[in-house]
């Protein structure tokens, strides 16, 4: 039966009325009238987050959408539940990169497997932490346009990051361990992490920096525990065992986790017809453009080239002031990490208020670079002095991950796949300082010692380019503010 039109006089003109289809929800006949405008799978920021509209099989047509309930964002049971899960990832992905320095100070001791080859294995645990950060660059972006990819990215990652510590085990050369330890195990979880930082930017939109901060403790936690852990399995079994039962512990925890680990919006839909309805949003790549891109991105790579050194060679160093206490290298990086909770944090959290950004990047890398300028180079030659350090050089520099939210909205990026796809940028920029520092680090190191007694000699070098990276980073990136102010007063 064809249902007749109605019409309805007017003072000024007939208005014709037509019902809706009985099969129209409230929710398609906003979508109808433009409301809910965006690509399927991403929610619009007009529309309420408690609602949004999909088809309700793949078969369905736009007629017959329905109203899906959506957990809220930045709070409640689902939004935690992801937060912990995120945090264990953090902590069991991210833990052994930090710890590397226990692995570096046995593989190097004079009666250790290679103690002629400082070069390759500064490299591997250069390697572990900056091609996770630096392949983060080309990862993003295609899971911003293949965000059905998340998932399987999760296992992949998974596979490939057990296969490198575990592989790492059987390594017979240092060579074997920069492809094993470095770069495969980087490399996995570089694959496994993204989608958790994607899945992030869904669940915490007002309060990404607190979101942030509350991840990345998960590796100042990882670094309080994994050092004496490592220390204690590498003592009494050797490098081999330990990486194979760490894998298996990684194999049973990491995988227990990766249900947890799911994204708060459906992914988009696979038929054409929904495609040309919604299709996918073009990436806008206008922030190149900016000036205050480019100075918060070299403020991030300065911060890392002086960042990872401490704690690669905290342990090395640790083993001169104290050649007795075997234990020493393991507390003094207990302590960067666990100091560097505070900061995570705090600084993650007061930076979801605008006016904090630039103070706090100020802060944390002046008041890491003042410590390792003077606290190392002046006073870390003994115990008492190298623990003050640590936890000085962990309150400052620990925070400074947790700001990349507040630099993202300092850029001018809102939506949720472009900001995890900045994300990747700046992450790409760390790991290439963290690359570049080992080279860097290995050609100060074997050059002759400076001629006053700073950083007990041997150090001296390297302490003022670490120190030094650090205050101009904090320069940089307080230069930002200035832009701000003068492109103000120009458009004034």
């Not at 809910?36 to 609602?51: A, M, N």
Request: charged share 10%; aromatic share 12%; glycine share 12%.
């Amino acid at each position: 039966m064809v249902e007749s039109t109605h019409r309805t006089p007017s003072t000024h003109s007939d208005i014709e009325l037509s019902p809706l289809p009985r099969s129209t929800t409230p929710a398609q006949s906003l979508k109808e009238e433009g409301e809910l405008s965006s690509t399927l799978g991403r929610e619009p920021s007009s529309l309420p987050p408690s609602l949004y509209s999909r088809p309700s099989s793949p078969f369905d047509q736009p007629s017959t959408r329905v109203a899906v309930a959506l957990p809220p964002t930045d709070g409640g049971r689902a939004a935690y539940t992801f937060l912990l899960g995120a945090f264990l990832i953090e902590a069991l992905v991210w833990g052994f990169p930090f710890s590397f320095s226990n692995f570096q100070a046995y593989y190097l001791a004079p009666d250790g497997p290679y103690p002629k080859d400082q070069g390759l294995i500064t490299l591997t645990g250069t390697l572990s932490s900056g091609v996770t950060y630096m392949s983060a660059l080309a990862i993003f972006p295609v899971l911003e346009r293949k965000p059905r990819w998340r998932r399987p990215c999760l296992y992949i990652g998974f596979v490939t990051l057990i296969a490198g510590l575990t592989g790492s085990g059987f390594a017979k050369s240092p060579a074997i361990l920069v492809l094993t330890q470095g770069l495969l195990f980087s490399l996995g979880g570089s694959i496994l992490y993204a989608p958790v930082i994607s899945y992030m930017h869904e669940w915490w939109v007002r309060r990404t920096g607190f979101a942030y901060g509350v991840i990345t403790a998960g590796t100042s936690i990882s670094g309080i525990v994994f050092p004496f852990i490592i220390e204690a399995l590498l003592r009494r079994f050797g490098s081999g065992p330990t990486l194979w039962g760490l894998g298996l512990v990684l194999f049973v925890l990491i995988g227990s986790l990766l249900p947890y680990i799911k994204g708060r919006l459906p992914d988009p839909p696979r038929t054409q017809e929904a495609r040309r309805e919604a299709p996918p949003q073009a990436f806008d790549y206008s922030f190149f453009t900016r000036r205050k891109f480019w100075i918060l991105w070299l403020a991030n790579l300065f911060q890392a080239l002086g960042y990872f050194l401490p704690t690669l060679f905290i342990s090395l160093y640790a083993a001169k002031v104290d050649e007795g206490n075997a234990s020493l290298g393991s507390i003094s990086l207990a302590t960067i990490n666990a100091t560097a909770i505070i900061s995570r944090v705090s600084f993650g959290s007061l930076s979801d208020n605008p006016k904090f950004t630039l103070p706090l990047i100020i802060l944390s890398c002046v008041g890491s670079g003042v410590s390792v300028l003077l606290i190392w180079g002046l006073g870390a030659s003994t115990t008492p002095g190298l623990i003050g350090f640590s936890a000085a050089f962990g309150v400052f520099s620990g925070g400074f991950s947790s700001l990349w939210a507040a630099m993202i909205r300092e850029v001018g990026v809102q939506s949720p796949a472009q900001a995890a796809t900045l994300y990747g940028i700046f992450s790409f920029g760390r790991g290439l300082g963290s690359v570049l520092g080992a080279p860097i680090s290995t050609v100060l190191l074997n050059s002759s010692p400076l001629p006053i007694n700073y950083g007990m000699g041997e150090y001296g070098k390297l302490i003022v380019f670490t120190g030094t990276s650090l205050v101009v980073a904090g320069m940089i990136g307080g230069s930002a503010g200035g832009w701000k102010l003068k492109s103000s007063a120009r458009r004034d």
